[in-house]
């Protein structure tokens, strides 16, 4: 009684096995960037004869880590993957050249890869040699895996994802600046856990000052490369040497991001004799870092991606640039009202139409808290 081809989920075959694929490239997180989560699997009679999942530092391709172990089985076989197979010579050959050798007869995709190096010519060289060709299984899944690095390829900037924990009425603290903890154990177990998918975290230093927090992956899983906390300031330079993000800059990078300021020369170099990294951006209007150039440089320092996460005044500067991929909001069920600490400073929207709008929203239960998810809405 199933629909052709679909189980009793409704998935067909190729959904099904492309959801383990997603899963396996899932693996890689945090040990990928700047690259994508890529996974793949050889499938011959029904049977995966073959897995494979990118992950540093070892530079081969999921593609090329499941026709391996497929072996001499991955002749007449199915190959899927993730990502549209690479078809140039990068840090190792091309992947379209190791399945065509492999003998695979039909490659299953589930996005196109963006890189003006692919771009469309993988599947045009596959399908060139005679493999059968199909695409777009699983996009919106597909999609989302990648979101860092589809917007590294497509905007040349940092993906960014702002994690607020606020009450019901969104804010971050009382009328009197209490602030510890609005959001329970597990919703801040569940923010924290969001750090080991990203290259940096980013703070203004009112949150430093404030919070005087850590700002560390405490995951336990491996990442093969340092989590960056990035310090955003303005000319006042108010970030203190006795913040526990400066006199732990040896072990785990700082970056401090800010505006000239020859006055403040002095308490700059002190910050750099503790190993804080400093960037120098243009200013915005308010005598802050623009955030465009801020971002294009870390970007070209390798940043990926960045989880900002606040104070106020930062978080409300992203909205405000409209610099904002996605959110994530745990929401305490509780109410602060009077003149508490909205999440979101800033200029702010004049008119109703100039909002930033969340789309593919989803809401899940944390603990006593509720987590809120959506993308900026690109309209
Ligand atoms: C990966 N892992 O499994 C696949 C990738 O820097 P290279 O030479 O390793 O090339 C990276 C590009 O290769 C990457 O940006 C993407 O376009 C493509 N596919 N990359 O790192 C993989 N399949
Ligand atoms: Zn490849």
Not at 53 to 68: G, I, K, N, Q
Not at 74 to 97: D, F, I, K, M
Request: hydrophobic share 40%; charged share 20%; proline share 5%.
């Amino acid at each position: 009684w199933l629909n052709a081809g679909r189980d009793r989920t409704g998935m067909t075959q190729h959904e099904a096995l492309m959801r383990e694929t997603l899963r396996l490239a899932e693996q890689g997180r945090g040990r990928v960037s700047p690259r994508p989560l890529v996974g793949s699997l050889v499938v011959r009679d029904g049977v995966i004869v073959g897995r494979g999942f990118y992950h540093e530092p070892e530079p081969t391709h999921a593609e090329v880590w499941a026709l391996r172990e497929a072996g001499s089985l991955a002749q007449g076989a199915t190959l899927y993957v993730n990502l549209e197979p690479c078809s140039h010579y990068g840090r190792t050959p091309p992947c379209t050249e190791a399945i065509i050798a492999a003998g695979i007869k039909r490659v299953v995709a589930s996005i196109r890869d963006p890189n003006p190096q692919v771009n469309g010519r993988g599947f045009a060289r596959l399908c060139a040699a005679g493999i059968e060709v199909l695409t777009d299984v699983l996009p919106v899944e597909g999609t989302r895996l990648n979101e860092v690095f589809l917007i590294n390829q497509l905007e040349q900037r940092p993906f960014v994802h702002l994690k607020l924990a606020t009450s019901l009425d969104g804010r971050i603290a009382t009328h009197t600046g209490a602030s510890q903890w609005i959001t329970g154990a597990a919703a801040r177990a569940a923010g924290q856990a969001l750090r080991h998918g990203y290259d940096a975290i980013a703070v203004g230093t009112g949150t430093v000052l404030a919070d005087n927090p850590q700002l560390t992956d405490r995951t336990g899983q491996y990442r093969h490369r340092p989590l960056v906390r990035v310090v955003f300031d303005s000319a006042r330079v108010r970030l203190p040497v006795t913040a526990h993000v400066v006199q732990t800059a040896q072990v785990c990078p700082t970056w401090l991001v800010t505006v000239a300021s020859p006055q403040r020369l002095e308490d700059l170099s002190r910050l750099e004799q503790h190993g804080v990294r400093v960037f120098y951006v243009e200013a915005d209007e308010h005598g802050r870092p623009h955030l465009p150039a801020a971002l294009n440089r870390l970007f070209a320092e390798g940043i990926a991606s960045l989880l900002v996460e606040g104070g106020s005044t930062l978080a409300g500067a992203f909205v405000d640039a409209r610099l904002v991929d996605k959110v994530t909001c745990f929401l305490a069920p509780r109410i602060i009202g009077g003149g508490g600490l909205n999440a979101i400073g800033g200029q702010g929207a004049t008119t109703l139409e100039e909002t930033l709008n969340l789309t593919d929203g989803t809401i899940e239960p944390v603990g006593t808290d509720f987590a809120l998810t959506g993308y900026a809405s690109r309209t």
